[in-house]
């Protein structure tokens, strides 16, 4: 395996995120696959970090003062093995190859922990929604899809959204693949409900992360009832885990966005939430505004100079990290663990660096990696495509309960393979399963 890592550092030595979760799914995986020989001897490793398929395009669109504006954009099919390549599209201006590889990575192994027949891959382009009319952001839509439209479909490739890909972009972009194509069929999930969309779908990353935090707990007999918790960003995976930490009795204290955070030891309840989600989904505002509406909150402006982010030192039970990449360091988690935080569960993915995921090891934190905590929101666009197959829809309680069984049984494959003497290290059960169901599929369907 080690040489196997130098040979991946070697070929792409910039690709710093890509190279950050290759090496965690080594560290956790190395044992069980020296393990079995099968899978070095038929090159497992080593295929399942080449993607099948990397493309890269231009992107060209007009703004509305007329000016041509040219962005890069990306879809990397990682491996098919599980069924058509299903992930995310990233529209954010920090996009690059290596951010795309290390999302694309980690989604075949959360794919596959979700059981539903779906391999991994990830796209976005570096394009930044924020300050863009409607106009502009369709424009984009229509010219990133114009050229994505070619490699994508509903057996082959299925896209969804994920940061600065909401409702609206898979809107524009499901209108242009229809046009392009001239088929109406379910090549996008995430889609809004009177055209395709599942019930549950906007909400399942968030619920999802909730239900695997209260599976973690449960190993402790606790639950949610009374814990405070601390959520960052403030898009759709932070919404929902704040509106499900509600239901299920623990109170909410923060919320941030790139800018600064908001701190409300009042709890942020329902009626705030509800604020939240018309100020960043409809008016897309800054989550600045939300402490001077409310008087019971005060907001922190980051300082980049900062060496942590002062959000993780606010006294807590529980983290649900849900904005971006490496958003906790060392001392971010440390200051989490002296302050009482006994369980992290990852709505983002990869938020933790590998010295944070040190920390809370080192402290037996109850912490799950994004591959299993926030697997429900594809999980749920996994169910999107099945409805959508059957041109049928089920129910918001059907599909809720299909999510509910799903992170329950992610929890109980991460249990099987990370438990050791009472202690269960999620990163890595949820990486040998992940892995198992992948190189076993890969083995069957031989050299390819
Ligand atoms: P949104 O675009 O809805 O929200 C993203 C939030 O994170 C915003 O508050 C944004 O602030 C903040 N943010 C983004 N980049 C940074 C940054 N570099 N530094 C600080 N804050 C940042 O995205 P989602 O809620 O969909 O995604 C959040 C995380 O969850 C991502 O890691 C994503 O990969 C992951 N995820 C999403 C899923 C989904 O179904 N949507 C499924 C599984 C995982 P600002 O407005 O200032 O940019
Ligand atoms: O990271 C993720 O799992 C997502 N952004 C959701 C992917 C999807 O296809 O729903």
């Known amino acids: 395996m080690d040489l196997l890592v130098q040979k991946i550092i070697s070929r792409d030595p910039n690709q710093k995120e890509f190279l950050q979760a290759v090496k965690e799914v080594v560290q956790d995986v190395s044992e069980f696959y020296n393990n079995n020989p099968q899978y070095d001897k038929a090159g497992i490793f080593q295929r399942m970090v080449e993607p099948e398929r990397v493309i890269i395009f231009r992107v ?22 599980l069924g058509p390549i299903k992930g995310g599209l990233r529209f954010h201006p920090s996009v690059n190859l ?75 972009l499901f209108g242009q693949y229809k046009r392009v194509r001239n088929e109406f069929t379910g090549v996008l999930t995430g889609k809004k409900l009177n055209w395709g969309g599942s019930l549950i779908r906007p909400e399942a990353t968030g619920y999802g992360a909730t239900y695997f935090a209260q599976e973690m707990l449960n190993t402790r007999g606790q639950n949610l009832d ?7 960003g403030s898009g759709n995976v932070a919404q929902y885990t704040v509106e499900k930490i509600n239901t299920l009795g623990g109170k909410v204290v923060c919320l941030s966005d790139s800018n600064g955070f908001i701190y409300d030891p009042a709890g942020i309840d329902s009626e705030k939430l509800a604020y939240v989600m018309e100020l960043k989904n409809i008016r897309r505002g ?21 060496d942590h982010n002062p959000l993780w030192n606010i006294k807590a039970d529980c983290a649900f990290p849900s904005a971006t990449q490496n958003e906790i360091n060392a001392k971010d988690a440390q200051n989490m663990v002296n302050n009482g935080v006994v369980l992290v569960s990852e709505g983002a ?8 995921i040190q920390v809370f090891l080192d402290n037996k934190v109850l912490h799950a990696p994004g591959k299993a905590a ?17 041109r049928m829809s089920w129910t918001r ?25 009472g202690f269960c290290n999620y990163f890595k059960g949820a990486n040998i399963a992940g892995f198992k169901k992948v190189a076993d599929s890969m083995l069957d369907q031989g050299l390819v």
């Not at 590889?101 to 891959?121: H, R, Y």
């Not at 009374?226 to 960052?232: H, M, P, Q, T």
């Not at 926030?374 to 059957?390: H, I, Y």
């Not at 059907?398 to 049984?409: A, G, K």
Request: a negative charge; aromatic letters at 8%; proline letters at 3%.
């Open 397 to 421: 309680k059907e599909v809720d309960e299909r999510l509910q069984i799903i992170m329950s049984d992610i929890h109980k494959q991460c249990l099987t393979y990370g438990s050791d003497g």
């Open 226 to 232: 009374g814990k405070i918790c601390l959520v960052s």
């Open 286 to 306: 800054r989550i600045k505004e939300y402490a001077e509406k409310y008087n019971s909150a005060k907001y922190t402006e980051y300082d980049l100079g900062d």
């Open 349 to 356: 993915n990869m938020p933790c660096t590998p010295e944070a």
């Open 98 to 172: 290596s951010i795309i590889k290390f999302l694309g990575f980690e989604q075949i192994f959360k794919n596959a922990l979700t059981g539903l027949l779906m391999g991994g891959g990830k796209g976005g382009a570096d394009f930044d929604p924020k300050g863009k009319s409607d106009n502009e952001v369709m424009r984009f839509c229509q010219s990133f899809m114009l050229e994505l439209s070619r490699h994508i479909g509903s057996d082959t490739d299925v896209p969804a959204g994920d940061i600065g890909v909401g409702a609206r972009e898979i809107g524009f």
């Open 374 to 390: 926030n697997a429900g929101g594809v999980a749920v666009s996994g169910l999107e495509m099945a409805q959508n197959s059957m």
């Open 60 to 81: 060209p669109w007009e703004d509305d003062e007329g000016n041509v504006q040219v962005n890069r954009g990306f879809r990397v099919q990682f491996n098919s093995s």
